[in-house]
């Protein structure tokens, strides 16, 4: 059994850039990436903000290399995985046991949408060859033979928690000596399919998302993807150059408690989190940052915020959403954040919460309202608390 995990290789594209150095100097810059719907034909243009990626799908095909016609889902993930692995350089690639555990939440809904407005209005029109990759596992399946992986390969599908729960698992396929390398994160692109239905729920903020802010109207809805490239011991110590830090922690949790909102008292937050604490055999006082969930809906910031309380109070480490930069990428946003949360520790950054103005009133903390540099960050937190009840906590160390 491996000992450590370590983080070998980063790569993600959000509405704040198209790569890591891009999406750097958004954070470092306070930099948001919200604003009008412009790739989706809605009737919510003008009305709902998003957090778009700012290339066309005819852009996004020549990153990835891969045909047009095929998912934007598939399209960001081809994007960021191959910046993971390039960034990793592992020698020997071909040699080694490889996996892509990859999750995401809409699979290619977008081209179904496409095609049932052509079918519903003549059922001899659309082009069934468009859809192919509908379903969440067929982007999987298609990533890892354009990556050469062809070891292992599987589709992790919990809502929001997805891709925190897809490097988890990528995790514990290495420690236990299955694997020895796997690309691990996650992916998802806006549909309409998820604007109406996020809206039905009514937590949309019809302005820029505040997460954990007393005055919070709800989440802006992204798109994006964000992987790692988890290595085994054996082969870290084969890398040109180190690795950016360890997983020394993970937990996942279900309070089952809604299908769609999260336990008042944050129950599954809380083991989450004290689960992932327990794994690595750190205490409270070790954490240095947390990457909240903190998707700015009333119910969500609240079960997270107690479940901290309950947690970690009276001593609390510095915290903040990135989801106030790129929205709520669903899917995608645990990888996502797990790539911010390993540049953290690399680049000695905490990220503001941005638009923060006022605390919450049954909190006795806020959000780093500023950027901070310079810090001594050994142990990052980042959350991912899905639908269901879904709740996972990651926990990256610096070597």
């Given amino acids: 059994m491996s000992s450590s995990v370590y983080i070998a290789g980063v790569g993600v594209i959000s509405a704040i850039g198209n790569n890591v150095a891009e999406n750097l100097a958004s954070l470092k810059n306070e930099h948001a990436g919200m604003g009008d719907i412009t790739m989706m034909d809605t009737i919510y243009r003008k009305h709902l903000p998003v957090a778009e990626v700012k290339l066309s799908n005819d852009e996004l095909a020549v990153l990835a290399d891969l045909p047009a016609n095929i998912s934007r889902t598939t399209l960001l993930s081809m994007v960021a995985a191959k910046e993971a692995l390039d960034d990793a350089n592992i020698p020997n690639f071909k040699t080694l046991r490889t996996g892509f555990v990859s999750a995401n939440s809409v699979g290619g809904m977008d081209k179904s949408e496409d095609f049932f407005v052509k079918f519903l209005a003549d059922n001899s029109k659309g082009k069934l060859r468009d859809i192919f990759d509908h379903e969440c596992g067929s982007m999987t399946e298609l990533v890892a033979d354009k990556l050469g992986i062809s070891d292992f390969m ?35 692109s806006l549909t309409k399919f998820t604007l109406n239905g996020f809206n039905t729920l009514m937590i949309l903020d019809k ?46 949790s279900n309070d089952a408690y809604h299908q769609t909102a999260s336990s008042p008292d944050g129950t599954g937050s809380y083991f989450a989190m004290q689960g992932a604490l327990k794994k690595s055999g750190l205490q409270t006082t070790d954490i240095d940052y947390i990457n909240l969930h903190g998707t700015g809906t009333h119910n969500n910031d609240s079960a997270e915020g107690t479940a901290i309380k309950r947690l970690f109070g009276p001593n609390y480490p510095p915290m903040s959403s990135t989801k106030s930069y790129t929205g709520h990428t669903l899917g995608a946003s645990g990888g996502i954040e797990a790539v911010f949360s390993v540049l953290a520790i690399k680049n000695k950054l905490i990220y503001p919460n941005l638009r923060f103005e006022t605390r919450m009133e049954e909190l006795p903390f806020e959000p780093v309202k500023e950027l901070l540099t310079d810090q001594n960050i050994k142990h990052v937190m980042s959350n991912s608390f899905g639908f269901g009840g879904n709740c996972t906590s990651l926990i990256f160390s610096a070597i």
Avoid: H, M, W
Wanted: glycine share 10%.
């Fill in 154 to 188: 599987t589709t992790v599908s919990t809502a929001c928690s997805s891709s925190a729960n897809a490097i988890f698992y990528g995790t514990r396929l290495i420690k236990n000596d299955v694997l020895d390398v796997v690309i691990a994160g996650g992916t998802d």
């Fill in 207 to 252: 302005a820029f998302c505040k997460p954990f802010d007393e005055n919070r109207e709800g989440l802006n809805l992204g798109e994006g993807s964000g992987y790692l490239v988890l290595v085994s011991e054996k082969v870290a110590k084969t890398l040109a150059k180190q690795p950016y830090c360890k997983l020394s922690g993970y937990n996942n």
